[in-house]
């Protein structure tokens, strides 16, 4: 099946520092999603997006399906961007989520 | 409903004892997924549900695992003989169609004593 590799595995921010987080897979995909897990555990939409550039505020992503690749970026972080972002894709039935790159954002 | 939604959002049961685990999706949703998260650790598959196709079982654990989803709504995972190694956080997702924006409920945290 896909692989789906994210990194770095772990960051750690200054509160305002801005931060790259990257999610590589082995195959073409119909789908790719970001989630924010948060530290109470909640799995939270961040983009659906298969290819292109989105942005919603301070995060925005650039999925290049082509180099199979997709790349969230957080800028100006805060406290509560603290937690897990998982890339997630979707590929001949198959849904596969990357381990994660666990974030903490220090005030 | 408005979202995804899951219950109980806590159990806590005796190892040997069978628990059963809900999940209500999106109206409309075609697709249901269920998950599986260990304390700190990634994501699990267990089980896919499309339409009125065969649902695809190939990340259930064991044979005390199985799930069903009666009408194309509501499902139900059930696990027997509970063991300590199974009390982890089980999530459902459901999406509108095969490869479309995947949306999560709260998750059932079970406990396995």
């Known amino acids: 099946g896909i692989q789906v590799e994210q990194s770095p595995p772990d960051l750690i921010l200054q509160e305002g520092a801005n931060s790259t987080l990257r999610c590589n897979f082995s195959d073409s995909v119909n789908n790719l999603q970001w989630f924010h897990q948060n530290p109470w555990g909640q799995l939270i939409n961040l983009f659906y997006?298969?290819?292109g550039t989105k942005q919603n505020g301070r995060l925005s992503a650039t999925t290049v399906a082509t180099e199979r690749y997709s790349l969230l970026y957080i800028s100006s972080s805060q406290t509560t961007d603290s937690g897990v972002y998982f890339c997630?894709?979707?590929?001949?039935?198959?849904?596969?989520f990357g381990a994660g790159t666990r974030l903490t954002v220090k005030p | 409903g408005a979202g995804v939604s899951q219950s109980p959002s806590n159990k806590v049961t005796e190892k040997g004892k069978d628990v059963e685990l809900r999940c209500d999706p999106i109206?409309?949703?075609?697709?249901l997924y269920w998950y599986r998260q260990s304390l700190g650790q990634g994501l699990e598959f267990l089980i896919y549900f499309q339409g009125n196709s065969a649902p695809d079982k190939s990340g259930l654990p064991s044979d005390r695992f199985s799930a069903e989803r009666t009408g194309g709504s509501v499902s139900t995972l059930t696990i027997q003989r509970t063991q300590q190694e199974d009390s982890a956080v089980y999530l459902c997702a459901s999406s509108g169609d095969r490869g479309g924006e995947l949306f999560f409920g709260e998750g059932s945290r079970l406990t396995v004593l």
């Open positions: 997630a894709v979707y590929n001949n039935n198959d849904m596969r």
């Open positions: 997006i298969p290819s």
């Open positions: 109206s409309g949703h075609t697709a």
